[in-house]
């Protein structure tokens, strides 16, 4: 502390406690930077701090020490320049949309987009006068017709919740890229471990770190990667007036549980492959949907895709329909009757009566979800444990 310091107050010196710098050492760890402000010596200094996502610290609206440590991390992994991260994956899902977007605006998107997306882009739709024409994740030419001249989005998952479809992402963004039209690509499901869209030609990957990278149920995030810095730029311009700004401590919990990502990714891949195979034999399942297994539609597609592993959540349509589903979901006893996924505990899910619960019978079936379908993300307990709860509630049926 200076002598200037110590002439103080004791209530002007508590407000300025020694900030200790690490000098001689390096933390392993990602030290939390949980406080929003950062002096400055001079005012040239600050006003050159504004420039950019490469400016120096100055407000965590801005950029923060600890949640550029993720947004790198998470660039790193999914190959792209740079990456902004958001307070949850919707958070980064509009505040995207809203940056590259314009009244008057044409989108592709794919049908079975997850439903607060879907919701965003109808709203988008209703009020903002932006045109969004719907196709499947399988034919290049379905995007091609549909491209126009005001066209500025294609956006797609590359797996589809809840059935697992596979989205061709090198045949479609292959389209999209020849009409100078930007890919946006939600990799959710599949983790940059398991796929990395930017390979296939994507401008931006889209993640809810919610799942799988913070993958323990007690954070939520979403990250935005760029494969391109002029694009990243342009967006984070947007977000620091948007304002879904990703806490410090949202942001080192994320980081924690990402250290563990490959170890849990192993693990959910092997468990949910296991059981989607045994449950396909099991009396009270009439289908599964795991692009792992062969009777799968996209299971060439994902062999090539996602050579690693085909990830963690997969369906089941239970042969006694929409009744013997709800038994279903209130019968486990290990795995837990909740939305979500990713994290590392099993859970079960109706879509009919709760993810997809606005869709019509009609989108439903087009959707590949029957009454009887129930969502089975595998968590990372003993795989036996988790097949010994899904028999047990299985025969209850
Ligand atoms: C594929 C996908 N994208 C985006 C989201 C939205 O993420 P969040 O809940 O973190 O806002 C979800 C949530 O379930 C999702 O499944």
Redesign the pocket.
């Known amino acids: 502390m200076s002598d200037y310091h110590h002439g103080l107050r004791p209530e002007s010196r508590i407000v300025h406690p020694p900030v200790e710098e690490v000098t001689g050492s390096r933390p392993l760890g990602v030290p939390l930077h949980q406080g929003h402000i950062f002096a400055f010596p001079d005012s040239d200094a600050l006003a050159d701090a504004f420039a950019g996502p490469e400016g120096a610290f100055h407000y965590s609206r801005f950029g923060n020490p600890t949640v550029r440590s993720l947004e790198r991390a998470v660039a790193d992994l999914e190959g792209g320049s740079g990456a902004l991260a958001a307070s949850?994956?919707?958070?980064v899902?509009s505040t995207v949309l809203l940056a590259l977007l314009r009244s008057g605006a044409h989108v592709i998107a794919q049908r079975s987009l997850?439903g607060?997306?879907f919701a965003t882009f109808s709203d988008l739709a209703d009020r903002w006068g932006v045109d969004v024409t719907l196709v499947g994740g399988d034919d290049p030419e379905e995007v091609r017709a549909a491209l126009r001249p005001t066209t500025r989005l294609l956006y797609l998952?590359t797996v589809s919740?809840p059935t697992a479809r596979i989205a061709d992402l090198p045949a479609l963004i292959g389209v999209a890229r020849a009409a100078g039209v930007l890919s946006v690509v939600?990799n959710?499901?599949p983790t940059p471990l398991l796929c990395r869209p930017i390979e296939h030609g994507a401008d931006i990957v889209?993640h809810?770190?919610?799942?799988y990278l913070g993958g323990h149920s007690d954070v939520?995030?979403?990250l935005a990667v760029f494969a391109d810095a002029e694009l990243h730029h342009r967006v984070w311009h947007h977000a620091v007036e948007q304002g879904a700004t990703l806490d410090p401590f949202a942001a080192w919990l994320t980081l924690r549980g990402m250290q563990t990502l490959g170890l849990r990714i192993r693990r959910h891949n092997e468990t949910a492959l296991d059981l989607a195979g045994r449950l396909a034999a099991h009396p009270a399942v009439a289908a599964v949907h795991h692009p792992g297994l062969p009777g799968h539609p996209d299971h060439e597609l994902a062999r090539r895709l996602l050579p690693d592993g085909q990830g963690g959540v997969f369906a089941v349509d239970l042969a006694g329909g929409r009744e013997a589903a709800r038994t279903f979901v209130g019968a486990v006893r290990l795995a837990s009757l909740a939305?979500?996924?990713g994290g590392v505990h099993t859970l079960v899910l109706h879509p009919a009566s709760t993810s997809h619960r606005q869709l019509s019978d009609e989108e439903l079936t087009a959707a590949g979800i029957g009454p009887g379908t129930v969502r089975i993300a595998a968590g990372i307990e003993h795989p036996e444990d988790i097949r010994a709860d899904l028999e047990q509630a299985l025969a209850g049926l």
């Open positions: 949850s994956g919707m958070g899902i997850y607060g997306t998952e919740n939600d959710t499901f889209i809810s770190a919610t799942k939520m995030a979403g939305p979500s996924l």
